[in-house]
């Protein structure tokens, strides 16, 4: 959904350099460029997360861009993933035809999104290369095909446990 501003809410200082960052900028993107990286997303997705988290302001894709020296196509694709996860949101300026993207403002929301984009296909992919690693043990001879057998015995385990706590990781992210 988009928020609707006032364009004269927008009067944010003028975008320059990369180099233009103050001290709490660098040290919250550099903050949530880890977080991406530690939960799997590129560290462009960091970044712009970062910018946004300081910003005061909406920002356009081209401000983005210019604040973090970034391809257009990097930073369009960032902007999406962080949408699909609900992380950031589109913001309408009346008479602007440019988008503009700020937080969104529902941590919930973005729990629910990391959930259902990242954690939940990934649980689900982990089964199916499971059992794509099992068809492919009966190749094997039966000493190499017992130690495959029993390891893969271990993943199996972890994929059920992964499965059963899902309900709980919801619940407590927000889900």
Not at 15 to 24: C, D, K, Y
Not at 75 to 85: E, M
Request: charged share 25%; glycine share 8%; proline share 5%.
């Amino acid at each position: 959904m988009k928020q609707v501003l006032e364009p004269e809410s927008l009067s944010s200082p003028a975008i320059t350099s990369p180099q233009n960052f103050h001290a709490l900028e660098v040290e919250s993107i550099d903050l949530f460029v880890r977080i991406a990286q530690f939960i799997g997303f590129p560290k462009s997705y960091g970044e712009i997360y970062g910018l946004l988290f300081t910003s005061s302001n909406p920002l356009s894709l081209d401000d983005i861009c210019a604040r973090l020296n970034m391809s257009k196509g990097s930073a369009s694709q960032g902007l999406k993933a962080l949408r699909g996860v609900h992380a950031v949101k589109i913001t309408y300026v009346p008479g602007d035809r440019r988008d503009r993207f700020e937080l969104e403002g529902n941590i919930r929301l973005l729990m629910q999104g990391f959930i259902q984009e990242r954690l939940e296909p990934g649980i689900r992919d982990l089964g199916m290369r499971i059992e794509s690693l099992s068809l492919k043990v009966n190749d094997l001879q039966n000493g190499e095909k017992k130690r495959y057998n029993d390891r893969l015995g271990k993943l199996r385990n972890w994929h059920k446990q992964a499965q059963k706590i899902m309900p709980a990781v919801e619940r407590l992210l927000g889900g």
